[in-house]
């Protein structure tokens, strides 16, 4: 669709109302918009742009790819990569793999759950941390493992990832 609809342009200003510049995402429209098979791609560009993917988001991007909106939100909800809610600062995915299993992630998730006051899939009230449980990271030798923003930490014990945590509060409270 060359022609941004008169719909798509109202949703847009419901968008920037709500804080989404949606201009971010044309050039991603405007390469993939009208290519077949493409809409994984649009929703993986627009959740690097926005963090993540409001469903008032979804519905613009159906209109402009002229795919029905029930299509994006059902492809939007079935992969797990997707995240329709802003997640904090430091999202932290923590491994359940056989080796993190077999070497105690579930402890560590609950010490982390405890510390933060949170569950898996939530966000701390001030926007700091989400948690995410994971079925693999990968990182089967540094069992158990857990990613805060793409950096690993291994061989974890409860107080060790409850430290990880403490120090990237402190180094927040500092930059303030």
């Not at 920037?16 to 077949?36: C, N, R």
């Not at 805060?148 to 402190?170: F, M, R, S, V």
Request: hydrophobic share 40%.
């Amino acid at each position: 669709m060359s022609e941004i609809c008169k719909c798509a342009e109202a949703e847009a200003e419901v968008l920037k109302k709500d804080g989404i510049d949606t201009s971010l995402l044309e050039p991603t429209l405007k390469e993939y918009a009208s290519v077949k098979g493409s809409l994984i791609t649009i929703l993986q560009h627009a959740q690097d742009i926005y963090g993540y993917l409001p469903v008032e988001l979804l519905n613009y991007i159906a209109l402009r790819t002229g795919i029905k909106a029930a299509k994006v939100l059902g492809v939007a909800t079935f992969y797990a990569q997707f995240r329709l809610e802003p997640i904090g600062k430091y999202l932290i995915m923590i491994c359940q793999g056989t080796a993190c299993h077999v070497n105690g992630s579930e402890a560590v998730q609950a010490t982390i759950e405890e510390y933060l006051e949170i569950k898996d899939g939530q966000t701390t009230p001030d926007g700091l941390f989400s948690i995410k449980s994971v079925a693999c990271l990968g990182c089967c030798s540094l069992s158990p493992v857990m990613m805060i923003n793409g950096e690993a930490y291994g061989t974890l014990t409860p107080d060790k990832a409850k430290q990880i945590l403490a120090d990237i509060k402190a180094k927040e409270a500092e930059s303030k």
